[in-house]
Nanobody
Framework: FQLQASGGGLVQPGGSLRLSCAAS????????IGWFRQAPRKEREGVAF????????HYANFAKGRFTISTEKDKTVVYLQMNSLKAEDTGVYYC????????????????????WGQGTLVTVSS
């Protein structure tokens, strides 16, 4: 199946956005789904991860307390709710698939992911 990321846009500092990662032609059952982001001239970095087997989640330190990753009951969509957005959250956000059993450091490595969505641009600016 394919991954389709959406929900990006322009938002003021302090605002919120909800990104969606949809599974086109399948479901995310028995997968781990990671959200990554890449700002201009910076490396891609992990934002959050969810295992659809048991619902285990991991967050980057900058995302804790502000971002929430979740999935629908039918496991066809994974969301990233982003609150209290800051200018430094600006970037292209990608979702990708991994094993549902990846550990709390392994999920940060983009090389462990095999399928990637096309990315959705988030711009936080006044």
């Amino acid at each position: 199946f394919q991954l389709q990321a959406s929900g990006g846009g322009l938002v003021q500092p302090g605002g919120s956005l909800r990104l969606s990662c949809a599974a086109s032609g399948g479901t995310f059952d028995y997968y781990g789904i990671g959200w990554f982001r890449q700002a201009p001239r910076k490396e891609r970095e992990g934002v959050a991860f969810i295992s659809t087997t048991g619902g285990r989640t991991h967050y980057a330190n900058f995302a804790k307390g502000r971002f929430t990753i979740s999935t629908e009951k039918d496991k066809t969509v994974v969301y990233l709710q982003m609150n209290s957005l800051k200018a430094e959250d600006t970037g292209v956000y990608y979702c990708a698939t991994n094993s549902p059993y990846v550990d709390n450091t392994g999920w940060l490595n983009p090389l462990g992911y095999d399928q990637w969505g096309q990315g959705t641009l988030v711009t936080v600016s006044s």
